[in-house]
């Protein structure tokens, strides 16, 4: 290993150690400001990368005190699972209930994909079609 100028980079451990730290603080920050808000609509879509790795994103939108609207990542999360409606379903119920938001939640928006559809048949929040999915299933078809 190269030091430059006496510089001695972190391990990985110390690496890992301080993103896990971060990442318990970001979530005690963000579920103690959503502690606040009586409302939360989310929106989810999942997709895959080159190599077939597939995410899962979770954010949600709020009105603040200011009566500014407010969009926060709630939970990115890798989904190695297969992409079925009960899987689905379970990890976004899941997640918001880590976060302590499940009952705050009302709505999620997100994509027409036939999983999807299926995963809310177990899911207290309405499904909200995206209309920017919408549209582009429009455009695509058209041409």
């Not at 979530?27 to 400001?33: D, F, G, Q, S």
């Not at 929106?43 to 009566?67: E, P, Q, R, V």
């Not at 928006?109 to 036939?114: L, R, S």
Request: glycine content about 4%.
């Amino acid at each position: 290993m190269i030091f430059f100028l006496g510089y001695k980079p972190p391990t990985r451990r110390t690496a890992q150690r301080q993103l896990k730290r971060l990442c318990n603080n970001h979530t005690r920050w963000l579920v103690a400001e959503l502690k606040r808000i009586d409302t939360l609509a989310v929106t989810t879509d999942l997709w895959s990368d080159k190599k077939m790795n597939s995410y899962m994103c979770l954010t949600g939108h709020y009105i603040n005190s200011d009566s500014k609207l407010q969009s926060k990542v709630l939970s990115f999360t890798a989904f190695p699972e297969r992409h079925t409606g009960g899987q689905i379903s379970y990890t976004i119920k899941k997640e918001l209930k880590r976060l302590q938001f499940y009952d705050k939640t009302h709505t999620i928006t997100c994509d027409g994909a036939a999983n999807i559809k299926k995963s809310f048949e177990s899911l207290k929040p309405k499904r909200v079609h995206c209309l920017g999915h919408k549209l582009h299933l429009i455009v695509c078809n058209a041409l």
